[in-house]
């Protein structure tokens, strides 16, 4: 008997260290590679959508860096409720994947990794970078190479946020894209 208390409180302990509600971290170069388009977008219309995309986005390339061409336009969905914020007129560096979902019928690329691999490219205050990338940290591990400054834009944001000087960021993704 004392065996089989010994064994259960043993498995018990073991498995309570576990978290399955977690998302892995990333680094922008796992991004990349699991991206089937990436790129410096324009946002130029939201839609919400009538079937299973979430909201349909239909964004123009400032800046091809995987599998597209300057100034096409696409369409992507993200049907993840994340403090992202996608708007049309916003700027964001895309990472963007072939999705299963056989109900959207709009498109069938979506924002990668649960809707942050969409980062938004702006100015942000009490920052020193002119124009930035934001980075959601709790989920993408920014290049070592960058210098990073920590800040949030609001109160309502619930990953840590770090951002990057947007050439900087942008030349990273060129060098990444020649390899």
């Known amino acids: 008997m004392k065996k089989i208390i010994l064994h259960f409180v043993l498995l018990f302990f073991s498995c309570s260290n576990l978290s399955a509600t977690k998302i892995a971290r990333v ?11 990436v790129a410096f977008v324009n946002v130029v219309s939201a839609i919400t959508s009538n079937s299973d995309c979430g909201i349909v986005y239909e964004v123009e390339v400032i800046e ?14 993200n049907t993840y409720n994340n403090p992202v914020g ?12 072939i ?3 056989k ?31 934001k980075i959601p940290k709790s989920f993408i591990v920014p290049p070592l190479t ?22 900087k960021f942008i030349a990273y993704l060129r060098n990444i894209s020649k390899n």
């Not at 498109?107 to 702006?122: F, K």
């Open 27 to 37: 680094t922008i170069n796992e991004l990349y590679n699991d991206a089937e388009i």
């Open 103 to 133: 109900n959207c019928s709009e498109t069938n690329l979506e924002v990668g990794h649960a809707g942050y691999a969409a980062l938004w490219v702006g100015s942000p205050y009490l920052i020193d970078f002119d124009i930035a990338v």
């Open 64 to 77: 091809p860096f995987k599998n597209t061409k300057i100034n096409s336009r696409m369409k992507i969905y």
């Open 99 to 101: 999705s299963n979902n």
């Open 86 to 97: 996608i708007r049309a007129g916003q700027k964001f560096i895309i990472f963007t994947n």
């Open 146 to 167: 960058l210098k990073t400054q920590d800040g949030r834009t609001s109160n309502e944001e619930i990953s840590e946020i770090v951002w990057a000087d947007k050439n």
